[in-house]
């Protein structure tokens, strides 16, 4: 009889376990402390209507894009109370003001040892101050394309950089890096605005794009996540960075549809705020604040 109950609490256990987030809530305890070597914490930052994330593995600091101006006090505070004082890499994922909108002064203040984007440029005040600010500082950007091994984030993690795998697009969005990275058995998918084009672009090219997170493309906009697409990233957690009351109406109902249909858990910056996932190579747990 015993022997029967503790096959079916086993059997219950892994069943708890295939939801991820609820897994980690019981098994956390190795993810909690995150000066730990390895393990990884990746910060959703809420932006408003724009992208900021911070990765942070192995000592190293990689954040993809900066928000926009309008939240800088915001993405500054953040930072400044997370006590960073250098970055390792950091990517300007393409020249749209809610991606770029603060890295002059990010790139004033902090150390960089690296600094990535894709090879496009444009007019805007903006982009100009950002390559004025590095010019400033000496330093020069490295460009990032498909198959770039250029980022390297210490031991057990891989990243892969997915797009851009051409070298003109007619959308600015389009020159987004995809980035997809492995840590243990778990892994994430950072698309930054690059719209069904490319997802079917990085498919072509027979791309493992499967991820347990999806940082949904384009602040959930109609141009992206396609279904061929999602179906084949497959993710159980999606996070989509937007402001709330958007003019661009971000996110489409269509795309929440989409992900509500394959009963993936949606995280937004919006409602939740900053979102915070943390993984030790198994387990992932999510934290709103
Ligand atoms: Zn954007």
Redesign the pocket.
Known sequence: MKKIFSYFLSIAIIFTCITLTSCSKSADSSIDNLTETSALRIHYIDVG???AILIQVNHKNFLIDSGPSDSQSKILGYLKNLHINKFDYILATHP?E??IGNMTAIIKKYDITTFLAPKVTTNTSTFKNMLLALKNKNMHINAIKAGSKVINLGENITVEVLSPNNSSYEEL?NYSPMIKLTYGSRSFLFV??AQKEVEQEVLSKNYDVKADVLKVG??GSSTSTSNEFLKKVNPSIAVISVGANNSYKHPNKSVIDRLKESSIKIYRTDNDGNIIIDCDGKNIKVTTK
């Open positions: 209507q724009g992208d749209h809610d991606h969005n930054g605005d384009h602040h």
